[in-house]
């Protein structure tokens, strides 16, 4: 498909925010590899971590191909102010609970994205989003299950999976800020709409936390954490892509 | 009471009897055994064990343990205590006497007979061909 400026702008900006929620959210989850609450989890945890970085690679090709920089140079050599990933993926992995939640909210909002991103009128795109549903599908399966688990096995676990839950809801909510150039996504047959996932979103997780015990905080006192699709972040970010580019920069021009 | 889990310390047990079964029992979840299922139709093999408090986290942990490097359609997970087994003390039942021999498949020898109608009917014996290809190479 032939793109004028405008699209062609607006569609890299939209897999840009897409591939960096992954890489990054990838890159922290990895942090739990070797500290895993119990052998198995550690596996599966590393796993999903692993996951999400491959799917973020993907998209990184697609952008090559619309003549942005390969994946290793897009991934390891951009400056913070670039990168396009949500607040909710830079934080540090804190402890477990947040670690879960965290998931349990970004998974959600990835698996609706990509049944949306299952019809787009950007082809390579579609493809993927149905090439990956397998694997997000356990994704989500993996966070529900630890959920209900937490949320109901004791008064202890119950209170820290609901003060994560109570902690982590302004990040998850920046996850639908939306972009300037949602018109033309849309008008382009390439994505509806944040508000259309944000409330997709919340039909899906309200009854699986209720399910879990826990609440959401009020509507009322929501104040999602927006600024990363604008390149805007935490001051956690920066020290990560230094310490996820660090083996990169020894030398760049490697074959791997 | 202490143990090596952080999360066991805090809970802070007795140290009598009682708080040590409490941790034994924590320290270690228990076990389900996981079943393998490579095509729909094939049977399930057992394929080991993992940890976990119910069998729905027994499922998604035996999913990255044990499928992710081959092809799978299903899988089961049963609790290891659920499990019915005989005692090793019983292994001997299983011997079989020398003089009944016949009962086991490898005493019948028919490859002969098979080979003479093969022969006679002009079937190819493709058993034997793969053997050939097999040692020219």
């Given at each position: 498909?032939?793109?004028?400026e405008?699209?062609?702008?607006?569609?890299?900006?939209?897999?840009?925010?897409?591939?960096?929620?992954?890489?990054?959210?990838?890159?922290?989850?990895?942090?739990?590899?070797?500290?895993?609450?119990?052998?198995?989890?550690?596996?599966?945890?590393?796993?999903?971590?692993?996951?999400?970085i491959?799917?973020?690679?993907?998209?990184?090709?697609?952008?090559?191909n619309?003549?942005?920089?390969?994946?290793?140079?897009?991934?390891?050599?951009?400056?913070?102010?670039?990168?396009?990933c949500?607040?909710?993926?830079?934080?540090?992995?804190?402890?477990?609970?947040?670690?879960?939640?965290?998931?349990?909210?970004f998974?959600?909002?990835?698996?609706?994205?990509?049944?949306?991103l299952?019809?787009?009128?950007?082809?390579?795109?579609?493809?993927?989003?149905?090439?990956?549903?397998?694997?997000?599908?356990?994704?989500?399966?993996?966070?529900?299950?630890?959920?209900?688990?937490l949320?109901?096995a004791?008064?202890?676990?119950?209170?820290?999976m609901?003060?994560?839950?109570?902690?982590?809801?302004?990040?998850a909510?920046?996850?639908?800020?939306?972009?300037?150039?949602?018109?033309?996504?849309?008008?382009?047959?390439?994505?509806?709409?944040?508000?259309?996932?944000?409330?997709?979103?919340?039909?899906?997780?309200?009854?699986?936390l209720?399910?879990?015990?826990?609440?959401?905080?009020?509507?009322?006192?929501?104040?999602?954490?927006?600024?990363?699709?604008?390149?805007v972040?935490?001051?956690?970010?920066?020290?990560?892509?230094?310490?996820?580019?660090?083996?990169?920069?020894?030398?760049?021009?490697?074959?791997w | 009471m202490?143990?090596?889990?952080?999360?066991?310390?805090?809970?802070e047990?007795?140290?009598?009897?009682?708080?040590?079964?409490?941790?034994?029992?924590?320290?270690?979840?228990e076990?389900?055994?996981?079943f393998?299922?490579?095509?729909?139709?094939?049977?399930?093999?057992h394929?080991?064990?993992?940890h976990?408090v119910?069998?729905?986290?027994?499922?998604?942990?035996?999913?990255?343990?044990y499928?992710?490097?081959?092809?799978?359609?299903?899988?089961?997970?049963?609790?290891t205590?659920?499990v019915?087994a005989?005692?090793?003390?019983?292994?001997?039942?299983?011997e079989?006497?020398?003089?009944k021999?016949?009962?086991?498949?490898?005493?019948?020898?028919?490859m002969?007979?098979?080979?003479?109608?093969?022969l006679?009917h002009?079937?190819?014996?493709?058993?034997?061909?793969r053997r050939?290809?097999?040692?020219?190479?």
């Amino acid at each position: 498909m032939a793109y004028n400026e405008q699209e062609l702008a607006a569609v890299k900006e939209f897999l840009y925010k897409i591939a960096d929620d992954q890489l990054i959210i990838g890159h922290r989850n990895s942090e739990w590899t070797g500290l895993g609450p119990l052998v198995e989890e550690d596996i599966a945890f590393s796993s999903i971590a692993q996951d999400k970085i491959g799917q973020a690679q993907h998209i990184y090709e697609i952008l090559h191909n619309l003549g942005e920089a390969d994946a290793d140079t897009i991934a390891f050599t951009r400056d913070a102010s670039l990168f396009k990933c949500c607040h909710l993926t830079e934080y540090p992995i804190g402890e477990y609970d947040f670690s879960l939640v965290r998931n349990f909210f970004f998974n959600h909002a990835e698996m609706l994205r990509f049944e949306m991103l299952a019809s787009s009128s950007l082809e390579d795109l579609a493809k993927l989003a149905k090439k990956y549903r397998g694997e997000i599908k356990y994704h989500v399966m993996h966070s529900d299950t630890w959920i209900k688990q937490l949320g109901k096995a004791n008064e202890e676990s119950h209170n820290r999976m609901q003060a994560a839950v109570n902690n982590t809801i302004n990040l998850a909510l920046g996850i639908f800020e939306e972009s300037d150039s949602a018109d033309t996504l849309k008008s382009m047959g390439v994505f509806e709409g944040e508000k259309v996932l944000q409330s997709r979103w919340l039909e899906t997780i309200l009854p699986i936390l209720e399910s879990a015990s826990l609440k959401l905080p009020e509507s009322s006192n929501w104040q999602p954490a927006y600024g990363g699709r604008k390149g805007v972040h935490t001051e956690f970010l920066q020290p990560l892509i230094y310490e996820m580019g660090e083996v990169f920069r020894l030398d760049p021009k490697a074959e791997w | 009471m202490s143990s090596i889990d952080p999360r066991i310390d805090r809970l802070e047990l007795p140290a009598n009897e009682d708080g040590k079964e409490v941790m034994n029992k924590l320290e270690q979840w228990e076990t389900y055994e996981v079943f393998h299922q490579k095509k729909r139709g094939d049977q399930h093999i057992h394929v080991g064990i993992v940890h976990a408090v119910t069998p729905e986290m027994a499922i998604i942990l035996a999913k990255e343990q044990y499928t992710r490097r081959r092809q799978t359609s299903n899988l089961w997970v049963v609790r290891t205590a659920d499990v019915t087994a005989t005692a090793y003390d019983d292994a001997d039942m299983f011997e079989s006497t020398p003089e009944k021999t016949y009962r086991e498949a490898s005493d019948y020898y028919c490859m002969d007979r098979i080979r003479k109608y093969q022969l006679e009917h002009g079937i190819k014996d493709r058993k034997e061909d793969r053997r050939k290809v097999k040692e020219a190479e």
